[in-house]
C-alpha cells in the first residue's frame, strides 16, 4: 500500500510558466516532508523540505506547500527553466523511515 | 571528497546467487537507507538503520538483507537472487530523519 503517492506520472510546462507537483500521503504521522530531484543515471538530490508544524517554505524559484488537514502537498516552481527537467520526488518522514512518492517526471520546453 | 559511494555500479548476476551491494559514507550520518527504483514504482524503501548496531525493515523487505556494524557501512545482501530483485539500487545516508538524505550514485542489478 503505497503511504505517499504523486498522481502525475508526467507533467509539461513552457520556460518561464509555473510548475506544481503535487502529493498525496495517507500516513497521519509522517511529520516531516521533502522534495527530491533526480537526473537520469543519478541519485536523487535534496530540493527543499517542510516540517508539519509550517505550512509553506520558500527558496528561491521553488516553494512547497502543505495542507496536512488534506494530507497534500506541492511544489510550486517559478519560472520553470529548461533545466528544471528531471523526475521530482516527494518524500515523508516519520520516526524513522523515510518513504519515498513514485514520482513525477517534469519537462520544461522553450 | 566527502560523501557516499556504491559498489559496483552495474552488475549482471545468475539467479539463484549471493550478492553484497556496498555502500560506504564518510560524513558520520546516523540514519542509512536502501532502495531500489522501479519503472512506475518510485523509490521503494528496503532496509533503514537509524544508527549503528540497529537496523529496520522498509516496504519491500523480502529477499534482502542487512547490516550496521559501523557508522559507515551499510551492505545490502541478496541471499538468493531472483529476477524481480532487477531494479536499480540507491543507499542514502543522513544525520537525522528531519535533515536531507544524500544519496549514492545507485548500483544497477540485473538478475538474469
Known amino acids: 500500500d503505497q503511504q505517499v503517492k504523486q498522481n502525475s506520472p508526467s507533467l509539461s510546462v513552457q520556460e518561464g510558466r509555473i510548475s506544481i507537483l503535487n502529493c498525496d500521503y495517507t500516513n497521519s504521522m509522517f511529520d516531516y516532508f521533502l522534495w527530491y530531484k533526480k537526473y537520469p543515471a543519478e541519485g536523487p538530490t535534496f530540493l527543499i523540505s517542510i516540517s508539519s508544524i509550517k505550512d509553506k517554505n520558500e527558496d528561491g524559484r521553488f516553494t512547497v506547500f502543505l495542507n496536512k488537514s488534506a494530507k497534500h502537498l506541492s511544489l510550486h516552481i517559478v519560472p520553470s527553466q529548461p533545466g528544471d527537467s528531471a523526475v521530482y520526488f516527494c518524500?515523508?518522514?516519520?520516526?524513522?523511515?523515510?518513504?519515498f512518492g513514485t514520482g513525477t517526471r517534469l519537462q520544461v520546453f522553450p | 571528497i566527502a560523501g557516499i559511494t556504491q559498489a559496483p555500479t552495474s552488475q549482471i548476476l545468475a539467479a539463484g546467487r549471493r550478492m553484497t551491494l556496498r555502500c560506504t559514507q564518510d560524513m558520520r550520518h546516523n540514519a542509512m537507507y536502501w532502495y531500489r527504483q522501479d519503472l512506475g514504482l518510485g523509490l521503494r524503501l528496503i532496509h533503514y538503520s537509524n544508527t549503528a548496531g540497529t537496523t529496520g525493515k522498509g516496504e519491500v523487505p523480502d529477499g534482502y538483507s542487512v547490516s550496521r556494524a559501523n557508522t559507515d557501512d551499510f551492505p545490502l545482501t541478496l541471499a538468493s537472487a531472483v529476477p524481480s530483485q532487477t531494479s536499480v539500487y540507491f543507499c542514502?545516508?543522513?544525520?537525522?530523519?528531519?535533515?536531507?538524505?544524500?544519496f549514492g550514485q545507485g548500483t544497477r542489478l540485473t538478475v538474469v
Open positions: 518524500a515523508a518522514s516519520n520516526t524513522d523511515k523515510l518513504i
Open positions: 542514502a545516508s543522513s544525520e537525522d530523519r528531519e535533515t536531507e538524505a544524500f
